[in-house]
Antibody, heavy 123, light 110 residues
């Protein structure tokens, strides 16, 4: 059974860089027809897709965040990571990593989610 | 401002049927499948429906989905108290080359 677990600091100051890692267990980031994704949810608000990498290595970013986001995939550690630079209070959210289907029949369906990690940006 | 539009709230009494709508555009719902998620308080979203009307294993058949043009809907029949949650629609957006979500609908079971 594939499981995802997010890790990273819970509190940042404005202008700092957020670094989060998602560890995949029970499966491999290099196998299958999947997108490995980061999604966030500000308190009391909806879901926002941030970025994803296709299992082949190609990456896409939400244009609203693209200039500040870096995505990396470490197949040897079975992990993928997110870096978000120059954070502000608007980046305060629960950050989820998730596995999304790339097959046309279920395109973008996120069938496995991590528990989420709360990130607060405050001075 | 979410790309897909959902009503912020919905409600029903136990046993009733409730429908949650989701409106998009030609670059997302109009061209691609719709997926639905259920989020219980304090938990991660759970895939409830994929490919417009397919239920993952374990999802009761009280839940059903449909799509027409650039709109989709999720129907919940035989409403139960455990259905009280936030529901999100989502679809791949060809302009974004990534998924877009609705703002979520908070369902209350009265």
């Amino acid at each position: 059974q594939v499981r995802l677990r997010e890790s990273g600091p819970g509190l940042l100051k404005p202008s700092e860089t957020l670094s989060l890692t998602c560890t995949v267990s029970g499966g491999s980031v290099s196998s299958g027809n999947y997108y490995w994704s980061w999604i966030r949810q500000p308190p009391g608000k909806g879901l926002e897709w941030i970025t994803h990498v296709y299992y082949s290595g190609s990456t896409n970013y939400n244009p609203a965040l693209k200039s500040r986001v870096t995505f990396s995939l470490d197949m040897s550690k079975n992990q993928f990571s997110l870096r978000l630079s120059s954070v502000t209070a608007a980046d305060t959210a629960v950050y989820y990593c998730a596995r999304g289907a790339a097959a046309a029949a279920a395109l973008g369906a996120f069938d496995i989610w991590g528990l989420g990690t709360m990130v607060t940006v405050s001075s | 401002q979410s790309v897909l539009t959902q009503p912020p709230s919905a409600s029903g009494t136990p046993g009733q049927r409730v429908i949650i709508s989701c409106s998009g555009s030609s670059s997302n719902i109009g061209r691609n499948i719709v997926n639905w998620y259920q989020q219980l308080p304090g938990t991660a979203p759970k895939l409830l429906m994929y490919s417009d009307n397919q239920r993952p294993s374990g999802v009761p058949d009280r839940f059903s989905g449909s799509k027409s043009g650039t709109s989709a809907s999720l129907a919940i029949s035989g409403l139960q108290s455990e259905d009280e949650a936030d529901y999100y629609c989502a679809a791949w957006d060809d302009s974004l080359n990534g998924p877009v979500f609705g703002g979520g609908t908070q369902l209350a079971v009265l």
